[in-house]
């Protein structure tokens, strides 16, 4: 019986020592295997030097060849000019735009001048000097904020709190952003100021914004004679409140007896409609801010400049760009002899 703890111990100590030795095997097992993927990754950075170093003359011809086929299309072919325009859309509006954009971007890489300059009211010759139009959103995180802000208000406060700002960003769509940048790259530097007026007539004579215009403005009226009725309202009670605290004040004092809670009580009411009528005012201020901002179907922040902006950067460089093609497709044809010539001694 005096034997059966000195057992136990012995049992207890081989049990750990075989966990140990199964977990110093685990991480000797994870080391090797992280070991042979930095083996791999610099087996195959020797492999790719070694067939730079075989191929070197051909890839060195490639890039010349590239660079100075470069060099004479970037002083040949005419030189290619931004324009942006940004904007501001207005009763839904933005998905008409976006699709209005894309519609002339398809006739310009399709090259139909024609259709292209009857759809923007220009020239076939100034149409076909543009090569691109796109537009993107073009907001800040103040404006995402704002816009975050101005879609929680219309919630309610269940529903508050299941969105974050985070969840937000995460399905913020570009359409949500409340500013839109139109842009037109073409090798004539005037062209884009010419669009402008076909481009934002596409989207004002749209019947439906036409209508959402309307109803907006004839809503903004009618709020605008709501507050002003209430504004007389407050004037015409002051009023009143003032000709019966005058009237009190030429009542001769019977001895001591004034009424200080009623005196108490007009003050309150009067300090009340002073508060209401600054609420109003600030409603008032809000209002013709909407105004402003929903006079238009499509409100232009920034117009396209008069003259167009050459276009710049090393990728919009053709001698840049067609090394780097030339670069990467005598890689792929050198690559493909190799497999070709692998496959066959592979069937031998």
Do not use: W
Not at 24 to 40: H, T
């Amino acid at each position: 019986m005096a034997e059966q703890p000195s057992n136990q111990n012995n049992s207890d100590e081989i049990d750990l020592g075989q966990l140990f030795q199964i977990i110093g095997r685990g991480f000797q097992k994870f080391f090797n295997f992280i070991g042979s993927i930095f083996k791999g990754l610099f087996h195959l950075l020797i492999l790719f030097l070694l067939f730079i170093q075989k191929h070197f003359v051909i890839l060195a011809v490639a890039v010349v060849a590239g660079g100075v086929g470069g060099y004479f299309l970037d002083n040949y072919l005419p030189e290619k000019y931004v324009s942006k325009m940004v904007v501001e859309p207005n009763f839904n509006s933005v998905q008409q735009l976006y699709n209005n954009i894309d519609f002339y971007n398809d006739l310009a890489e399709a090259q139909d001048s024609i259709s292209l300059a009857s759809a923007l009211d220009i020239s076939t010759i100034e149409a076909a000097s543009i090569k691109k139009i796109f537009v993107d959103s073009y907001s800040d995180e103040n404006q995402k904020i704002k816009l975050f802000d101005n879609f929680i208000k219309n919630l309610d406060t269940t529903t508050i709190k299941t969105i974050d700002f985070e969840n937000y960003l995460k399905n913020f769509n570009s359409l949500d952003a409340r500013f839109h940048q139109i842009s037109i790259v073409s090798t004539d530097n005037l062209v884009a100021k010419k669009t402008q007026p076909a481009i934002i007539n596409s989207i004002s004579v749209n019947d439906y914004f036409k209508l959402q215009k309307r109803i907006n403005e004839e809503n903004l009226a009618l709020q605008d004679s709501i507050y002003m009725q209430q504004l007389t309202e407050i004037d015409s009670l002051q009023s009143l409140y003032k000709r019966v605290l005058e009237k009190e004040a030429e009542k001769p004092m019977q001895g001591t007896n004034i009424n200080l809670a009623e005196n108490g009580q007009s003050q309150n009411k009067e300090l009340a409609l002073v508060k209401e009528r600054e609420v109003i005012k600030e409603k008032l201020v809000e209002l013709n801010e909407e105004r402003a901002n929903k006079s238009e179907i499509l409100n232009i922040i920034s117009d396209f400049p008069t003259r167009g902006v050459k276009q710049r950067g090393l990728l919009k460089s053709y001698k840049v760009k067609l090394p780097l093609i030339a670069l990467g497709f005598v890689i792929c044809l050198l690559l493909f002899l190799r497999l070709r010539i692998f496959l066959s001694n592979y069937s031998d």
